[in-house]
């Protein structure tokens, strides 16, 4: 159908629309052409509980089983459109009655290991054969604290402010393999200062673990891919931002345990276009004094600015895959160059430069093979965008932001249990996908060269149609505003006697 306005003469009417046929689009199709067959629809509910049960032993301690409490903490991720804080699940999952107590003690103090979850959907993922050989995508994600208080939050960089302010930044990695894209492990980044003699209490408050010392961003992340492969999952590269790329310890590190990685460096990163000779200088003649042990560059190779190659990049069009928005394509242009890590260690890599169609330049630095095509280093560079969704799901559909966790414990918790909610979505997307046979013809039919995949919204939809939320009755609502008030009456009361021992103690001070 085509809308067009509704007029009389020459009168147009602009709040009223006329739909009349459009010859040049198909008629409404059959859902189950979709691979949304009723079947699926009917078993979305089953497919949560299954989901949890298969993961239940992860969230038990040596005295207590608190799976339930995740049950109830995956449906408010899931079902609920926001303010997913725990006095809310548990009022919309559990029942009117429940002030979130047993959820907030399950998420902030309970002893059950997100290591267990993130090893778990790690062994899922390696378990299906179509989901091999995908990227590994290393990056971060930070969210404004109001103060100091909650574990790791100080004045960083958060990168989706754009500026230095308070917060925490947890340090996530993400796969993706043919558009299917999930969190498998994440860990909470906690500067240097808390680490020093004042911040000792405050770790044990927070349940900072007596195990843990500073770790940079890049050390913390090249633990996670270790990690990673170590635990079996069959990734193809590393991708990752500048934040990373320019750690040349990590990508030392990288190489030497055989990685491949396309990752991104600043435009003033230093690179030599010719190999130099890097060594200790020899003794100078009738030289007294310790000899030199310091290594530097003993050749007239000098290092250059990345963007200094700008002037003579050859750009090349090159395809990057099919979009709902078209197919995407990217100029680029790459060089073989020489970079010096902090271990004076010489390695080759390539110079990636890419030029997005707004004119916006990146520069990345790969270890990919000398005979590695244009085509597939772009490629693999653009895997970036699966961790760019990754967060953007959690936050938007899942609730990563919408929870203030202060102790680190709440944290790594949370980041667990979206990043299992985001897995089930992703499972249930892998499941409905068509056919390549009948996706060619659904698709040649539509005039499109790729279908529009299911997305996180969609299925959360769904998801909410076949599990309801339940609704409060009117007695139900106002017990609840009685609860709350007196909530706040007991809050005002307690602040009143503190502002009153506080006054008592100022007056004795004054009279001594």
Known sequence: ?????????????????????????????????????????????????????????????????????AHVYLQGLLLLPNERNYANIARRIVGPDDDGQALQNFMSDSPWHDDKVFARIQHDIAACADLRHGALILDESGDARAGDQSAGAARQYLGRLGKVDMGQVGVGLSYAHQGLWTLVDAELYLPREWFTPAYAERRTHLHIPAERTFATKGELGLQLIRQARARGLPFRVVVADAVYGRDSALRAALSGDGECYVMDVPCDYPVYLEPPTVGVP?????????????????????????????????????????????????????????????????????????????????????????????????????????????????KSELGWDELVARKYRAWQHHAALTALALWMLMQIRRDCR???????????????????????????????????????????????????????????????????????????????
């Open 1 to 69: 159908m085509v809308w067009v306005p509704w007029s009389f003469g020459n009168r147009c009417h602009g709040g009223l629309f006329l739909a009349i046929p459009d010859p040049t689009m198909p008629p409404v199709l059959d859902p189950q052409r979709w691979g949304l067959t009723d079947d699926q629809l009917d078993q979305l509910g089953q497919r949560l509980f299954d989901c949890w049960d298969r993961y239940r032993d992860c969230f038990t301690t040596r005295t207590r089983d608190t799976s339930p409490l």
């Open 282 to 394: 020899p003794p100078r003649p009738g030289q007294r004094g310790r000899p030199r042990t310091n290594p530097r560059v003993l050749s007239d190779a000098s290092a250059v600015r990345v963007d200094s190659c700008l002037p003579q990049a050859r750009w090349e069009y090159v395809r990057v895959r099919a979009g709902e928005r078209g197919t995407i394509w990217r100029e680029a242009w790459a060089v073989r160059v020489w970079t010096i890590d902090g271990s004076w260690q010489l390695h080759e890599e390539w110079l990636l430069i890419h030029r997005e169609p707004g004119g916006v330049i990146h520069f990345s630095l790969s270890n990919l093979t000398a005979t590695t095509p244009l085509e597939v280093l772009v490629r693999e560079r653009c895997e970036r965008y699966w961790v760019e969704r990754t967060f953007q799901e959690e």
């Open 434 to 512: 068509l056919a390549p046979e009948a996706a060619a013809e659904l698709a040649a039919e539509l005039g499109v060269e790729k279908l529009p995949a299911i997305s996180v919204a969609n299925l959360r939809e769904l998801l909410v149609a076949v599990m309801p939320l339940p609704r409060l009755t009117p007695q139900q609502a106002r017990d609840l505003v009685i609860r709350q008030l007196n909530q706040r009456v007991r809050s005002t009361r307690s602040r009143l006697r503190r502002q009153q021992r506080e006054d008592a103690e100022a007056e004795a001070v004054e009279s001594s």
